[in-house]
């Protein structure tokens, strides 16, 4: 056992909640220790990053970093698409107002601007999910 994983098994040992076992103390009997054995396997699924060497693990820190650029990139992505269809929601409203005004001619304008909105690559995964949501 090398010492990273001593290391780790001292940790691990040390976040075991403890409770006083005096055992029968005027008999003068200490209680009996129990021991307690931490396979390799519970130590490598706790704490994986102790198996790499350096190179894996900078490896995988670049895997995470990309993975959280991800998740900016699209949380950035789904608030301008919020965006969007508020907008979109926004000239659809005012053209079937217009439109039942009578107005055809700036219905129809305000139609094709919400409709060119919708039409923005963004917005087809955001079309695709949101006919999944609660209405």
Do not use: C
Not at 119 to 124: A, K, L, W
């Amino acid at each position: 056992m090398n010492i990273q994983k001593i290391l780790l098994l001292l940790l691990l040992l040390a976040s075991v909640p403890r409770v006083s076992v005096a055992g029968d103390l005027s008999a003068g009997k200490p209680a009996p220790l129990k021991k307690i054995e931490i396979s390799e396997k519970i130590i490598e699924k706790e704490l994986p990053f102790y198996r790499f060497s350096l190179k894996e693990l900078i490896e995988e820190v670049d895997k995470n970093i990309k993975k959280a650029e991800l998740g900016i990139k699209g949380k950035k992505v789904r608030v301008r698409n919020q965006g969007r269809e508020k907008l979109i929601r926004e000239h659809f409203a005012k053209g079937l107002s217009l439109y039942k005004e009578g107005k055809l001619d700036e219905a129809r304008k305000e139609l094709l601007t919400a409709l060119e909105i919708s039409q923005h690559p963004d917005m087809e995964d955001y079309i695709k999910e949101s006919v999944k949501w609660p209405k």
